[in-house]
């Protein structure tokens, strides 16, 4: 009797797909261990100090590591699902939240709030009843920002990317109908927008007019992903877009115009371990990369990881 036999390539529960075997690749190493616990981690950015900031998301807690690995608390919410992190060009945090879950255990009463760079002065800047489960966000260079909307399902298109201008004033909507709307990443000359689809695995691309604007044929659907799960994204000072996998221990890399051209590996991911990466941040002006994950498999806790990427980070906070 014939019978199948596993080699080392489809080991795991997230094997490299076959077309993603031969891109260019490097292998992360451990930077800092957050937890000995599997705590889930995500919306890393930096600020103007250089200190890293990322988010507990169940603990509801800002955190910020250092230049020297010093880890310490900003700011503490528990129970708004904190998500996603970006700087303002004055030095203010804004923090995504998705909210706490309703009676049918979804999100959809998230909001975004700033905070002075000690974390003080809190203030609401899209509010729960707005009704969005707001997973991530970026600024563009006039102090807007585009925020995800992480509601829906692969069957429910219910999320989307919108804009808020720089007043503050009134969210626009920019890609509706999108099934967990997750990642967002503006490219460096603030013309190209992109997002990822959680729920149905896909890459946007959208070429902007101008803020909030995209032309008649300017979206489009450069990638499906195989398997789990597109989840946040950066993008780099050559426009190279890095989308991190969560549930494959990995970041897949974008040329501008949305074709995988690289990938990052976490150690241990063939064993199953630290498959849960969910974000990451390019150190602007410099290659080094740093992604957050959790290893909900192998014992090994809550991790930030380093390596780096294909071009320097983007100087300007305000692309966060």
């Known amino acids: 009797m014939n019978t199948l036999s596993a080699t080392d390539a489809i080991r795991g529960w997230a094997p490299i797909p076959c077309g993603e075997r031969d891109l260019a690749c490097v292998t992360a190493e451990p930077f800092f261990q957050v937890s000995a616990t599997a705590l889930p981690l995500e919306g890393p950015a930096f600020d103007r100090a250089g200190n890293l900031l990322f988010v507990d998301i ?44 309703n009676g049918q255990g979804f999100f959809d009463a998230g909001t975004v709030f700033a905070l002075a760079p000690d974390g003080s002065q809190r203030e609401t800047i899209v509010p729960p009843s707005a009704g969005h489960a707001v997973n991530d966000l970026v600024f563009d260079r006039h102090g807007g920002f585009y925020m995800t909307d992480f509601r829906g399902a692969s069957t429910q298109p219910t999320g989307g990317v919108y804009y808020m201008p720089p007043d503050g004033r009134t969210l626009q909507p920019v890609l509706p109908k999108l099934c967990g709307a997750n990642g967002v990443a503006l490219g460096p ?89 969910t974000s990451l941040a390019l150190m602007p002006g410099s290659r080094e990369l740093f992604i957050v994950a959790r290893d909900e498999v192998g014992g090994g806790g809550a991790m930030v990881f380093r390596a780096g990427g294909l071009a320097d980070g983007l100087t300007l906070f305000s692309h966060q």
């Open 58 to 101: 169940y603990g509801g807690r800002v955190l910020r590591l250092s230049p020297t690995r010093e880890l310490t608390t900003v700011h503490a919410e528990p129970g708004q699902n904190l998500s996603g992190i970006a700087v303002h060009r004055d030095g203010r945090i804004f923090v995504a939240a998705v909210g706490p879950r």
């Open 189 to 277: 000359g603030d013309d190209v927008l992109w997002a990822t689809e959680f729920s149905a695995c896909r890459l946007h691309r959208a070429d902007l007019m101008a803020p909030a604007t995209i032309g008649h044929t300017g979206t489009s659907v450069p990638y499906h992903f195989i398997g789990p799960g597109p989840d946040s994204m950066r993008a780099d000072a050559q426009g190279n877009v890095y989308v991190a996998l969560n549930r494959q221990g990995r970041v897949l890399v974008f040329s501008p115009y949305g074709i995988p051209i690289a990938q990052i590996l976490l150690p241990g991911r063939e064993r199953n371990h630290f498959l849960r990466c």
